[in-house]
T-cell receptor, first 117, second 109 residues
Framework: GAGVSQSPSNKVTEKGKDVELRCDPISGHTALYWYRQSLGQGLEFLIYFQGNSAPDKSGLPSDRFSAERTGGSVSTLTIQRTQQEDSAVYLC???????????????FGEGSWLTVV | GIQVEQSPPDLILQEGANSTLRCNFSDSVNNLQWFHQNPWGQLINLFYIPSGTKQNGRLSATTVATERYSLLYISSSQTTDSGVYFCAVESGGYQKVTFGTGTKLQVIP
């Protein structure tokens, strides 16, 4: 696609429910990132996928969080048993490292705004 | 891991003024990028600048990798420049990108 696409753009869920957030990266981009941003705060790294390599999950805050990337393209971030502190914007980004020059320029989607009530 | 600090944390400018934003990082980096997050939350890549100087209109950036800092210059600021500016670095042989603490800029008419 022309850009990184995320869905849903907004999600309100009840505490304790599971949610799934989807990211469709730019076509051909091998690297995919998930970040979380709480209101007025910086970007918190969650997980990084690069090609067929094992993902870097070092930023996932708890075992309630998981992510997968199927076929090297679309990624889903799943939050189980949501808590109020999970409320934030979840941002997905993609890039194409190793293509030389500014190949690792990162492009962000518009985010999924999650509110846990 | 690498630490990325930005200064100042907050900045208020009169429209038309110039400013310099700074990004310091604690280790050598493979690349560095500057982003602008507008008031609606959208993050836009401004520069990919692991070293040297680049210019794009009223914006320019310089990275001095050996001294572990980068500068973003905004000239003749406009209200549309308001938002948060982040630098982000990639270090080691690893492509995880670490974001700085951000500079929140408000340009007033």
């Amino acid at each position: 696609g022309a850009g990184v696409s995320q869905s849903p753009s907004n999600k309100v869920t009840e505490k304790g429910k599971d949610v799934e957030l989807r990211c469709d990266p730019i076509s051909g981009h091998t690297a995919l990132y998930w970040y979380r941003q709480s209101l007025g705060q910086g970007l918190e790294f969650l997980i990084y996928f690069q090609g067929n390599s094992a993902p870097d999950k070092s930023g996932l805050p708890s075992d309630r969080f998981s992510a997968e990337r199927t076929g090297g393209s679309v990624s889903t971030l799943t939050i189980q048993r949501t808590q109020q502190e999970d409320s934030a914007v979840y941002l997905c980004a993609s890039s194409s490292p190793g293509t030389g020059g500014s190949g690792n320029t990162i492009y962000f989607g518009e985010g999924s705004w999650l509110t846990v009530v | 891991g690498i630490q990325v600090e930005q200064s100042p944390p907050d900045l208020i400018l009169q429209e038309g003024a110039n400013s310099t934003l700074r990004c310091n990082f604690s280790d050598s980096v493979n690349n560095l990028q500057w982003f602008h997050q507008n008031p609606w939350g959208q993050l836009i890549n401004l520069f990919y600048i692991p070293s040297g100087t680049k210019q794009n209109g009223r914006l320019s950036a310089t990275t001095v990798a050996t001294e572990r800092y980068s500068l973003l210059y905004i000239s003749s600021s406009q209200t549309t420049d308001s938002g948060v500016y982040f630098c982000a670095v990639e270090s080691g042989g690893y492509q995880k990108v670490t974001f700085g603490t951000g500079t929140k800029l408000q340009v007033i008419p």
